[in-house]
């Protein structure tokens, strides 16, 4: 237990080195911490719908809003839009790429989003999309899919 038990339920959570971005469902809040929770500083009322970290420079974060990009520089105190050629609706970050789901597209940016490639169209619609520096994973509808050759190639989840 680090800080803020019993006075915050982050459902939204996203994290890159020491800094948190949350969204406090009670008081509907988004909330930022540079020092791993220890102490948080609000950032208003979230009106976000997914947060990407910037892993190569602090207090930078991309977010979704109304299907749009914004950028920020100072942990969400201020936005600019970033124009994109598509719709966003979930959005992930790792050294090196941006990934966005857009409808039943993926679209992936090695430059910080000046420019997108589609990786792949699927039969429906793409609810979220994670990444790590070996794999990329979304879920559509009930089933996960990942690729383990950087978007070459999507497989859909088989459990054991």
């Known amino acids: 237990e680090l800080s803020l038990s019993g006075v915050v339920d982050f459902h939204t959570l996203e994290t890159v080195g020491n800094e948190i971005y949350g969204a406090d469902s009670g008081s509907g809040q988004l909330m930022y911490s540079a020092n791993g929770g220890k102490s948080w500083s609000k950032r208003g009322v979230n009106i ?6 910037n ?7 991309v977010a979704v809003k109304d ?4 950028l920020s520089t100072d942990a969400l105190k201020n936005i600019k839009e970033m124009k994109t050629p598509f719709v966003v609706e979930s959005i992930d970050w790792i050294k090196g790429s941006l990934i966005a789901a857009s409808g039943k597209d993926l679209h992936q940016s090695k430059n910080a989003g000046k420019s997108w490639k589609k990786l792949v169209s699927m039969p429906s619609t793409i609810n979220s999309v994670t990444q790590s520096n070996k794999l990329i994973a979304f879920v559509m509808g009930s089933s996960i899919y990942s690729s383990r050759d950087g978007g070459k190639s999507f497989a859909k989840y088989q459990s054991k």
Do not use: C, H, N, R
């Not at 299907?67 to 914004?70: I, N, P, Y």
């Open 48 to 53: 976000f719908t997914d947060i990407a970290p």
């Open 67 to 70: 299907g749009k990009l914004f």
């Open 55 to 61: 892993p190569s420079k602090k207090a930078s974060v």
